[in-house]
C-alpha cells in the first residue's frame, strides 16, 4: 500500500490561522513583546513559514490591523437596518460595535492601543478605519437633522464635530467596558446613547448649549469674586 496522502491546508486558510495566532499575542502582550516564535508556537507552524507567509513582524502586525479594523466596521454596518429613524440606527450601530468590542478583546487591543502607540504606519491603519466610523455617524446625525425638520441646516463643520465627539467617547467606553466585569454591550450602547443623543435632541430642537458670555479680565493676582 503506498503512503497515505494527508490534505494540504490552502493558504488563505493558513494564513488566517497565524493571523489569529498574531492577534492573541499582539493583544496581550504587546507590539514589542510579542515574538514570531510565540506566534508560530500558537499556530501550530514553523517560524520560517510565518516569515515566508507575511515577511516580518512588522506586516504581520500590519496585516493584523488591516483584518481586525476590516471586521470592525463591517459588523458596525451590518448591525445597523436601513430605513430606521437615525437615532434607531445609531442604537444599532453602537450595540454592535460594542459587542464586537467586547467579543474580540484581542482585537480592539490591537486597533484601540498597540498600532496607535507604535508611530507609522500602524496608526494610519487604525486612522483610516476611524474615518470610515465617523463618516457613518456623521451621515446619521445630518439624517437626523433633516429627519426632525427643526434643525435641517445644522452646519457641516458642526456635524463633524459631534461625530467626532461620538466616536471617541465609544472607543474609550469600549476600552472601559471590557476592562470593568458584568458590562454588556447593550448596558455601553445604552450608556452611550443617554449621553449623547439626549444632547443631540435639544440640537435638533434648536435648544443648543451655549457658553456664558466672557466676563472682564481679571487683573493679575485678584481673587475670584465671592458668591
Not at 44 to 49: A, D, I, M, N, Q
Not at 54 to 80: Q, Y
Not at 99 to 126: C, K
Not at 127 to 134: C, I, K
Request: aromatic share 6%; proline share 7%; glycine share 8%.
Amino acid at each position: 500500500m503506498g503512503a497515505v496522502k494527508t490534505k494540504r491546508m490552502p493558504r488563505a486558510v493558513r494564513e488566517q490561522q497565524m493571523l489569529d495566532a498574531a492577534v492573541r499575542t499582539f493583544g496581550e502582550r504587546g507590539y514589542m513583546a510579542a515574538s514570531m516564535d510565540e506566534i508560530a508556537e500558537l499556530a501550530g507552524v514553523s517560524k520560517p513559514l510565518v516569515y515566508l507567509y507575511l515577511n516580518s513582524k512588522e506586516d504581520l502586525f500590519t496585516a493584523c490591523i488591516r483584518r481586525e479594523a476590516k471586521a470592525l466596521t463591517e459588523a458596525v454596518r451590518d448591525g445597523v437596518r436601513p430605513g430606521l429613524p437615525a437615532d434607531r440606527q445609531l442604537w444599532e450601530g453602537l450595540q454592535a460595535f460594542f459587542a464586537h468590542t467586547a467579543e474580540h478583546p484581542d482585537g480592539w487591543s490591537v486597533l484601540h492601543l498597540q498600532a496607535r502607540t507604535h508611530g507609522e504606519p500602524f496608526a494610519a491603519e487604525v486612522t483610516a478605519m476611524r474615518e470610515e466610523l465617523v463618516a457613518f455617524v456623521t451621515r446619521l446625525i445630518a439624517e437626523a437633522a433633516r429627519e426632525a425638520h427643526r434643525n435641517p441646516d445644522l452646519p457641516e463643520h458642526e456635524v463633524a464635530g459631534l461625530a467626532e465627539a461620538l466616536v471617541g467617547a465609544a472607543e474609550s467606553l469600549a476600552a472601559w467596558a471590557n476592562a470593568t466585569p458584568g458590562v454588556t454591550a447593550r448596558q455601553a450602547a445604552a450608556t452611550l446613547m443617554n449621553f449623547a443623543w439626549a444632547g443631540l435632541g435639544d440640537l435638533m430642537d434648536g435648544r443648543p448649549w451655549s457658553p456664558p458670555e466672557p466676563g472682564p479680565p481679571r487683573e493679575p493676582g485678584a481673587q475670584p469674586a465671592a458668591g
